[in-house]
């Protein structure tokens, strides 16, 4: 019906983290954005870094780090997610993924508190024991079994870590008149 | 009986012939009538398409008059009217004021704040930049710092990109008088109108090598950011920094839009 294409914008920030089972280590976050085929990203860069942060008493990791995401969309199949690694920058500067995590972006308008709990895979005995003494978790080689390949999590075990706290505020353009739901 | 049957195969002939004849000319004649009624009947049923037809635009044009009617939004926008300006851009009040804050163990404290928006964005009116006073913790309320202090911005703007945020700079006053930085912290404005309150974690960027750390307890100056609201609004080149967290500060937003509906965008939900 409408001659245009729906604009979605995505306004918010990457608060903090918190019950990351570290004390000392500074950590940062990856956070990466996947869409469908049928969204176009406009003028950004879909991968964002937040500073290295180091705790409070109570734990919690500030990042205060803002995102501006606007996409114009064609097809509401692939809404965007988020796919988010945190990574542990230790004292003696070694870097290490330790938690991996994905959180699809709300699809209503609104302002959210978001939450993204993290997990992080476990093998054997072995490398358990190296992530005790030498620190350095088991790591995946790539993102597949986070986003695309959901049959082989079967093959992984997996370890609970902290979470990663998102505030996002989203405006709709037009899914009204294309008859979307979520700008009601 | 020769005759006979020659004149009745004359006759028979002739009215073959005639029949011919007849049928020919009734032919031409049935064609004719044939055709006409063809015609009529397309024309009957062109008649009845563009009937159709004509129902099917009215009933677009009259619900797109209704949606016209009842709001406009997106590619609705009146063009070249004289009421209404084309492309005209969306309003944004903010007031509020900034609460209290409680930062672990500094007293003394200082706020400047900053609104950092897009290029396609206009302060119509209101500060953009002001830093408050300096405010001790009580007895009574020992943990937390109150500024109560409000500001109040109009913005207007064509684009929803870069959306106007809030960049927080704390600073205390040690016990020689000296100002030095113990906090920074970003929050977007709300974008949905109403009342909101923001929680808004601050932290302390930490001195690059230990050196420089000493001297800077030495010197009664932590580090800071050199252009910390050009750092801070924008998401990139926050990498090599390495923070920790100070505390929180509570913000109150008062939040009004306009013509924002007209844009195609609907924050409210009705």
């Given at each position: 019906m409408a001659d245009y294409k729906p604009e979605i914008y995505f306004i918010g920030q990457i608060v903090g983290g918190s019950d990351f089972p570290t004390d000392l280590d500074g950590l940062f976050v990856e956070a990466s954005l996947k869409y469908g085929e049928n969204w176009k990203l406009i003028e950004k860069t879909s991968t964002i870094q937040t500073h290295t942060s180091y705790p409070d008493d109570e734990g919690f990791f500030v990042f205060a780090h803002p995102f501006d995401f606007y996409f114009i969309c064609e097809s509401v199949q692939g809404w965007p997610k988020l796919n988010i690694k945190v990574w542990r920058l230790d004292q003696y500067g070694k870097l290490d993924n330790i938690a991996y995590g994905i959180i699809n972006l709300p699809n209503e308008t609104?302002?959210?508190?978001?939450?993204?709990?993290?997990?992080?895979p476990m093998s054997g005995w072995r490398e358990e024991s190296y992530n005790y003494y030498l620190g350095g978790p088991p790591k995946l080689v790539n993102s597949d079994p986070i986003v695309r390949d959901l049959n082989k999590r079967r093959f992984l075990t997996s370890m609970s870590s902290g979470s990663i706290h998102i505030h996002c505020e989203v405006l709709m353009k037009g899914y009204r008149d294309s008859f979307i739901s979520g700008d009601q | 009986?020769?005759?006979?049957?020659?004149?009745?195969?004359?006759?028979f002939q002739f009215q073959q012939e005639n029949d011919g004849v007849n049928n020919q000319f009734f032919d031409h004649g049935l064609g004719n009538f044939e055709k006409t009624r063809e015609r009529e009947q397309e024309e009957l049923e062109r008649q009845i398409r563009a009937e159709q037809t004509?129902?099917?635009?009215d009933y677009h044009k009259s619900s797109q008059e209704m949606r016209d009617k009842t709001r406009t939004g997106g590619n609705y926008l009146p063009i070249k009217t004289n009421l209404k300006q084309a492309y005209s851009p969306f309003h944004i009040f903010?007031?509020?004021?900034?609460?209290s804050g409680q930062i672990n163990d500094y007293d003394g404290l200082c706020c400047k704040y900053d609104f950092v928006a897009g290029t396609d964005w206009q302060i119509i009116d209101g500060n953009r930049s002001g830093v408050s006073q300096h405010s001790y913790k009580s007895q009574q309320t020992n943990r937390?710092?109150?500024?109560?202090?409000?500001?109040?911005?109009?913005?207007s703007s064509t684009n929803v990109t870069g959306w106007p945020q809030l960049v927080l700079t704390m600073t205390n006053r040690d016990f020689f008088g000296r100002d030095q930085i113990c906090g920074y912290g970003t929050v977007h404005i709300p974008t949905q109108p109403g009342s909101h309150y923001r929680y808004l974690n601050v932290f302390q960027p930490i001195s690059s090598s230990l050196l420089s750390q000493v001297f800077g307890w030495f010197k009664g100056k932590n580090a800071e950011f050199i252009n910390p609201i050009e750092l801070l609004s924008k998401n990139e080149g926050r990498e090599v920094t390495r923070v920790i967290s100070t505390g929180v500060i509570k913000i109150q937003f008062h939040v009004t839009v306009k013509n924002m509906d007209e844009y195609g965008i609907f924050p409210f939900k009705a």
């Open positions: 609104g302002s959210f508190d978001l939450e993204c709990p993290t997990w992080r | 009986m020769a005759d006979y049957n020659q004149d009745g195969e004359q006759e004509q129902k099917q635009v903010v007031s509020g004021h900034i609460e937390r710092v109150v500024w109560n202090y409000p500001f109040e911005l109009a913005f």
